[in-house]
């Protein structure tokens, strides 16, 4: 994989930070001015952030791939800003191209390409009345209130849980390069949430192997559950931990079966 250049060098992933860096100071500018509107006092001190998701949070991303972020904002600002007001700002900005709003999907985003990188931003409030950069996403606290589509969109910090479950993260990280390469939605097969965990899911069985070893044993696994499903009707999900029902939330993580929309 390395010498055919499909992962990423120094050089793109340099760019990607300074591509990152330029559109924090848009996303805390726009929610500033939005606050100035209902709390004029408190608008310089309210605060809103991106936060990296999924491969590229992971470290895992591959040449040319786009970059899943999440624009963090409190409580008081709408969903509906994010399509309007702040979709005004990125339309004025010369470095962005291919502008688009993708409002009705299952995890809305909108979408397009700052500086030559392609950037998926989707949108997020926690309950709470000011974003401070240390602000802990993982925290379920802080999801209370949230709408289903504010919690997909804070879905890609399950790669952080992921991480805690593999003891050679380079291994991982390869592996999951590996798999990317090959398999994908657009192909037919399974999307990148699903192969990172089937992958989180091979490493621990196999913790020794090395990632050409891993590719090998992700197949084999791949393809005894496919059989399972097809010819024996066994419909178990594959899981990293225990599922745990949040009673206070009403929703439940990583199961299909406590919450039938993550089957989708």
Request: one cysteine or more; charged letters at 20%; aromatic letters at 10%.
């Amino acid at each position: 994989i390395k010498p055919s250049g499909a992962l990423k060098d120094g050089q793109e992933l340099s760019h990607s930070l300074v591509v990152l860096g330029n559109l924090n100071p848009l996303v805390n500018e726009w929610i500033s001015e939005l606050s100035e509107k209902s709390s004029p006092s408190a608008a310089a001190s309210v605060g809103g952030k991106i936060v990296p998701l999924g491969s590229y949070w992971l470290r895992a991303h591959t040449k040319g791939g786009g970059r899943d972020v999440v624009s963090v904002a409190p409580r008081h600002i709408e969903r509906s800003d994010s399509f309007q007001s702040f979709f005004e700002i990125l339309k004025h900005q010369e470095e962005i191209k291919n502008l688009r709003a993708v409002e009705d999907a299952y995890v809305p985003a909108v979408k397009f390409e700052f500086d030559g990188v392609e950037i998926d931003l989707m949108f997020a409030r926690p309950s709470v009345q000011t974003v401070s950069d240390n602000l802990d996403l993982g925290d379920d606290w802080h999801l209370r209130s949230l709408d289903m589509r504010c919690i997909l969109s804070l879905n890609g910090e399950v790669a952080n849980e992921m991480l805690h479950l593999v003891l050679k993260e380079e291994n991982f990280r390869l592996t999951l390069c590996a798999i990317k390469l090959i398999y994908s939605n657009l192909l037919g097969f399974l999307g990148g949430v699903s192969c990172t965990m089937l992958v989180a899911r091979t490493c621990p069985l196999y913790s020794k192997a090395l990632a050409s070893a891993l590719v090998n044993k992700l197949s084999f696994f791949f393809f005894k559950m496919v059989r399972a499903i097809v010819y024996f009707n066994l419909q178990k999900e594959v899981t990293l931990l225990e599922v745990v029902l949040h009673i206070r939330f009403m929703w439940a993580t990583f199961s299909s079966t406590l919450n039938y929309m993550a089957e989708f």
